[in-house]
């Protein structure tokens, strides 16, 4: 099992950056691929990007590709969400969430963290 917490949400303008993230408990964290989703009110729960246990794969919602970067330090139990030029369509409750394999779809994600709020405005 796997603990997931997120971190580094925030207020920032459009066109700033924010680096989110998401810190495991467990010795198995690198057996994990490693998604990130976001929900804005109102609107349903949508997928941003996941990286795979060894970080050869990555891959990105279309909505954020070229802006967000993400990345893993498995000997740190921990994954990055780095996202740059953002939007005010940005704007939502940032999760991560773990499973054994990559994944676009949020119900395959096993574990998932208490969520990151991020803020963008105009």
């Known amino acids: 099992q796997v603990q997931l917490v997120e971190s580094g949400g925030g207020l920032v303008q459009a066109g700033g950056s924010l680096r989110l993230s998401c810190a495991a408990s467990?010795?198995?964290?690198?057996?994990?691929?490693v998604g990130w989703f976001r929900q804005a009110p109102g609107k349903e729960r949508e997928f941003v990007a996941t990286i795979s246990r060894n970080s050869v794969n990555t891959y990105y919602a279309d909505s954020v590709k070229g802006r967000f970067t993400l990345s893993r330090d498995n000997a740190k139990n921990t994954v990055y969400l780095q996202m740059n030029s953002l939007k005010p369509e940005d704007t939502a409750v940032y999760y991560c969430a773990a499973n054994y394999g990559v994944s676009y779809q949020a119900h395959q994600y096993d574990y998932w963290g208490q969520g990151t709020q991020v803020t963008v405005s105009s």
């Open positions: 467990g010795r198995t964290f690198s057996t994990y691929a």
